[in-house]
């Protein structure tokens, strides 16, 4: 199972890139740019990973990224993340920046997208592995902000796919970013948002009806709500389920706990992804490997799994295709009909 996990073609949708950002390489760039963290070694930082909540890991989140200042701090992170996402066989991923936490600190927008394109082409190049660029508001700031940030992305428009939403969500609903939400999509972006992380049912609504949505990032809380499932499940909105993060973030006290089971028995578009892989423990392959021996998942779920993220993605319907194939025949190398796994 461990192999078949690893070698399995995958995608992943929501990955910070910014929580791919480890502390050998925090430490790395903080010197190179002569900045003094407030931690002494990378063995310190990794012991500080121990967080409460959400807002717990956003303070420290925000704190290591903050060495990042020229274009190559943030190509270097990237291309970090794809070396490591490649050698998991992931063959698309859609990657959240947050501009807002960096344009905040004087760095410029064009550098931050620069550094980061620069190193999503260069994996199209070498590992044949394609990606998506989209941004996100962060919403504890305010409205202004986030259209301010918009009209910053509109030279960009060919290198950003689409608009997000993410940051602290108790207290911050979707609602306060309706008219953003209402240009982007005026502008051609897509559109996604975190809703129902830590946040109730509600916000998972306001996402749909308000900021017309594509996905639903998380979306674990919408099981509380018969009515959205329901929803979810006729408009086959893809809801992209973090289970390392939600559990190191005490959405769920165990991986027992987690509902990701649960969402997919009722039918709904579950997807696999790793959030902020750098803090929660793992990539793709890791959070793949928690939820299958929590629930004992079957090759079967775990395909599931995968080719709900690739019809779930922001490619083409032929592009979408030509990966889909890639996945039917890894399965029909690597399982019998009978669903066991083959020897060679
Ligand atoms: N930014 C980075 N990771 C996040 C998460 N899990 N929720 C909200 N905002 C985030
Ligand atoms: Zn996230």
Redesign the pocket.
Known sequence: MEAFIRDLPKTELHI?I??SLEPELIFEIAQRNGVTLSFCSVEEVRKAYQFTD?QS??DL?YGGMSVLRHEPDFYDMTWAYLEKAHAQNVRHAEI?V?PQAHTDRRVSFETVIKGIHRALQDAQLKFNMSSKLIM?F?RHLSADAAMKTLERALPFKDWIIGVGL????RGHSPEKFTAVFDKARQEGFLTVA?AG??GPPEYIWQALQLLKVSRI??GVSCVEDSQLVEKLKIDKIPLTV?PL?NVK?CVFNTMNDHNIKQMLDLGLCVTVNS??PAYFGGYLTENFLAIQEAFNLSHNDIYQLAKNAFQATFLTQKEKQNLLAELDDFMAKSITPDGRQSRA
């Open positions: 910070h910014e929580g959400l890991f956003l989140y959240f947050d996100c962060m993410d940051s602290s969500e975190h992380e830590e990032d998380h973090c993060s973030l959030d902020d």
